[in-house]
């Protein structure tokens, strides 16, 4: 692998473009979008002269460029700005608690969805031509088909008020070595299923694709024809071959966690990120966009290097970088 | 803040506030006495926990609150010099009495003794409530409303604008005694005083905060409430306990919870997770049912607001009465609020809503008559044709919403007009408001305090800027200037009624309803009163086993 730091450092060379040109145009559909946080917040009651001042005061009615200037070396300093929503609360003693919420049980649902969709996927492939393969797909599909805003009270209304198993919202968190952990609560139960269950549909599916795939290939029947026994062909040869496509979407899975569900944190109650971004679009709180823009960005910049590093470990036909082809 | 209220509403057209429950708690007996507000005496505290479905505050920094969301808290754990009691009378708070000079214009206080701030290391003297004032009208503090609600203290101007060190209309007698002279008699200072902007906050815990920093203090505030707030986790929950010395009374609840974190309101009460919730026009039907068992825990009551079409009546083709009548008379009201809100609304007939002093029962509205609307319509500078209409309503889908829709409807079949729609974001549909862009707008107003003035004042004197209709009659604005100042409360009411009816008549709005709130209440949970705007109402609430 002498080839990858080169190749790490160019790409980290393009980073500070993309988030450049990330954080200009969310900056510029902030600004020269309608309505501002001062007008929001001050309401029907119109007080030119307050709204002038605290614009004034929040450097609001600088041009543009210094606005956006300013901001930047703010941000370059660890200093991600103000709420509206949280009148004068530090954006970052928000947004890092919301998005570990929102991190915890996505990753729960993440994991769920993977070890159910996988295995699904190769089952229905090498059950191809029979009636359980189409079942099989069809019936997660079925999961993927139902809006959660439709499921959700479903299932409240099942497990809450009909059987009274569980709560039907709400996010309690236990202090676990310093961390804040709220997945141990049986009321993250419904969540979970809520999305997990759509998600299942999409990797099972692929997986099932991968896997005829690669059953059609030369070395499956090599394997076969040295007397391999079926199971040890699959796993070994064939499961692990299909599964290299899924590291690309691990990896922008992972990240998808951090914008959250709004439908699923706001019935079931969760403090998280995707609830609370929502409120701060409405308020139009600048720095609250910004900060969770930059932050998505930047991790999908990371995710999508790191996809690529761990691409050339585990598939040796991928090389990152110069040298040329070696096989 | 009315416009986060007018927003939310426009969102679910009638989700009521949700509320809360109690549990045992236990403190020690208070040991204030019981005041003059006509409340529980400090009885001994039996506990129990409250659990509500709450919203999170923007703030819990009085001067800065501005929307209803702040203020139902911060009324619980802060307190004033007078307050409002459940039968929506002003009462002593902080000030034990006060006095009224003849001209109407200099207020004396007189303070309690013995009112403790939480910590209970210090007694809240004059100087503590100059300067939660004058922190509020600093423009350092950069507060929205504190111009609005103590700026007719002499001096508050010079001060706000940074002219003066101080507000000469506030002076500190002695540590028991505060003078404030106000700019011209105003019945209404005192119920402005209600609200939290003026309320007293221990400055050597706020001193060098603004509403935009150093907002800390916020999570453990210590003041002069009926309950302390015990913890504040951002979009989590509010924990309030009770202080067991609040010289009203003690609280009888042991302990508040609020959840912030949403969820869906009344599945969690129907699971017992909360004790109150607000019932939406989904569920309304069902809990109206006297078959059903949540019908025992159903309970309504009026709200302080009123929801109403607006015209610009310097605009075409509402410049004419006659066409602004007959968009009105085309209207059934009765219908709407039937078919569409289900009768969870009161029918509006005028502007004031029901519970106000001044109510007019008497008032003259505008009837649905299609007949009648069709020939105004005839007679109006417009019997030739009307210009292309547009109402315009603030909100963020893509669709207005099933009360304009069935408007919209009725203008079409009863008086022949079609009406397009125009939506716009909050904000900008308030800066296009007072620019006038619009023809016709539909909006609400909620009461900030419990006045006539706070209605009909704002919203229709000419030099208002809260006027959107920019509705100027020179008659209307004599009776509200009168009004303004008449100290003799039953000809004051007289004046506002007949303000009232010129509005009425002449039509810069359409008045449509006025909200109630439709809410469960779990029957151990006691006095749990639903007024009609905010005021602290948690002490009076007890837990039954």
């Known amino acids: 692998m002498q080839g990858i730091l080169p190749f790490v450092v160019r790409r980290l060379m393009w980073a500070p473009f993309v988030l450049l040109a990330v954080s200009l145009a969310t900056f510029a559909l902030g600004r020269f979008g309608p309505g501002d946080p001062v007008e929001t917040l001050q309401g029907q009651y119109h007080n030119p002269e307050v709204v002038e001042r605290i614009r004034h005061e929040r450097g609001l009615d600088d041009p543009f460029l210094v606005q956006y200037g300013n901001y930047m ?81 479903i299932l409240q209304f099942i497990f809450a008020i009909k059987l009274g198993w569980l709560p039907s919202s709400g996010w309690v968190e236990r202090d676990i070595l310093g961390m804040k952990i709220g997945i141990l609560d049986k009321r993250i139960i419904m969540p979970i299923l809520a999305l997990s269950l759509p998600g299942i549909a999409g990797v099972a599916r692929l997986m099932r694709a991968q896997t005829l795939e690669v ?7 090599t394997a076969r024809a040295k007397g391999l026994r079926e199971v040890v062909v699959i796993s070994r040869h064939v499961a692990r071959n299909a599964l290299l496509p899924m590291t690309t979407i691990v990896g922008f899975a992972l990240v998808g966690l951090l914008g959250g569900s709004l439908f699923v944190e706001t019935l079931f109650g969760i403090p998280g990120i995707g609830q609370f971004i929502w409120r701060a679009v409405f308020n139009q709180d600048y720095d609250v ?35 040329g082809p070696r096989y | 803040m009315r416009n986060l209220s007018a927003v939310l509403r426009r969102l679910a057209a009638a989700v009521a506030v949700v509320v809360g429950v109690v549990v045992l708690g236990g403190c020690g007996g208070g040991e204030g006495d019981s005041s003059s507000d006509g409340g529980t005496p400090a009885a001994p505290v039996v506990g129990g926990e409250l659990r509500l479905l709450g919203r999170d505050p923007i703030t819990l920094d009085p001067a800065c609150a501005s929307d209803v969301d702040s203020a139902n808290y911060i009324v619980e754990v802060f307190g004033g010099l007078v ?85 000469t209309g506030i002076e500190v007698v002695d540590n028991y005694t505060l003078r404030i002279t106000i700019d011209a008699p105003k019945p209404y200072f005192l ?41 504040w986790d951002l979009g989590q929950r509010i924990v309030l306990e009770p202080n067991s010395r609040y010289h009203l009374g003690a609280p009888s609840l042991g302990r508040v919870e609020y959840t912030l974190g949403g969820g869906s309101a009344i599945t969690m009460y129907e699971n017992d997770e909360i004790d109150v919730t607000g019932v939406g026009l989904n569920d309304i039907e069902r809990v109206r049912d006297p078959a059903e068992p949540l019908n025992k825990e ?27 009548q007959a968009f009105a008379h085309a209207i059934d009201k009765d219908k709407l609020i039937e078919v569409v809100l289900l009768d969870a609304v009161v029918e509006a007939d005028g502007i004031l809503p029901p519970d106000i002093p001044g109510f007019n029962e008497n008032l003259q509205g505008l009837e649905f008559d299609t007949e009648k609307a069709q020939q105004l319509l005839a007679e109006s500078d417009y019997a030739e044709g009307l210009p292309d209409i547009e109402i315009a309503t603030s909100g963020r889908g893509a669709s207005v919403g099933p009360v304009s829709e069935a408007i919209l409807a009725m203008w079409e079949e009863n008086l022949g007009v079609k009406v397009a729609t125009r939506q716009t974001e909050f904000a900008t549909f ?85 909200d109630k709130f439709s809410v469960l209440i779990k029957s151990y949970v006691k006095d749990y009163t639903l007024p009609p705007f905010v005021i602290p109402r948690l002490r009076y609430v007890h837990i039954e086993e």
């Open chain 1, 73 to 153: 070396w703010d941000v370059l300093h660890g200093d991600l700005g103000t709420s509206f929503t949280y009148l004068g609360v530090p954006v970052e003693d928000i947004i890092f608690d919301k998005m570990w919420v929102t991190i915890q049980y996505n990753l729960v649902a993440l994991l769920i969805i993977f070890a159910i969709g996988i295995p699904a996927g190769i089952w229905a492939a090498l059950r191809q031509g029979t009636w359980q393969d189409p079942l099989t797909i069809g019936v997660f599909l079925l999961f993927r088909s139902v809006p959660v805003l439709v499921v959700i009270p």
């Open chain 2, 191 to 231: 119920a402005k005083l209600t609200y939290p902007t003026g309320f007293v906050v221990d400055r050597r815990q706020v001193e060098g905060s603004t509403c935009l920093s150093k907002t800390n203090w916020q999570r453990n505030p210590n003041a002069t409430g009926p309950f302390k707030l015990k913890e």
């Open chain 2, 430 to 514: 308030l800066d296009d408001l007072r620019d006038g862009e619009y023809q016709m707008f539909e909006l609400g107003w909620v009461a900030d305090y419990p006045d006539a003035e706070n209605f009909l004042k704002i919203q229709f004197y000419s030099g208002s800027s809260n006027n959107y209709s920019q509705y100027a009659n020179p008659e209307v604005d004599e009776l509200l200037e009168e009004a303004d100042t008449e100290t003799d409360e039953a000809r004051r009411m007289s004046l506002y009624q007949q303000a009232e009816q010129i509005i009425v008549n002449e039509v810069p709005w359409v008045p449509l309803f006025h």
């Open chain 2, 298 to 324: 159903f309970h309504e009551a009026s709200r302080m607001d009123i929801w109403y079409i607006g015209f610009n009546v310097e605009d075409e083709p509402f410049d004419d009465p006659k066409v602004r």
């Open chain 2, 83 to 167: 307050t409002i009691d459940r039968d929506l009378q002003i009462v002593p708070d902080i000030a034990e009495r006060w006095d009224m000079s003849g001209d109407g214009t200099v207020y004396t206080f007189q303070l309690r003794r013995g009112v403790l701030f939480h910590n209970g290391d210090r007694q809240v003297t004059a100087s503590d409530v100059k300067y939660s004032m004058e922190r509020a009208l600093d423009p350092d503090t950069q507060s929205t409303v504190a111009e609005l609600y103590l700026g007719d203290i002499v001096g508050a101007e010079e001060f706000a604008d940074g002219d003066a060190d101080e507000v």
């Open chain 1, 215 to 221: 059953l059609d290939e030369d070395f499956v029947r």
């Open chain 1, 289 to 323: 966009i910004m900060a969770v823009t930059l932050i998505t960005a930047t991790a999908f910049i990371v995710a999508n290097l790191v996809t690529d590093i761990v691409y050339g470990f585990i598939d040796p036909r991928v090389r990152l970088g110069g040298g």
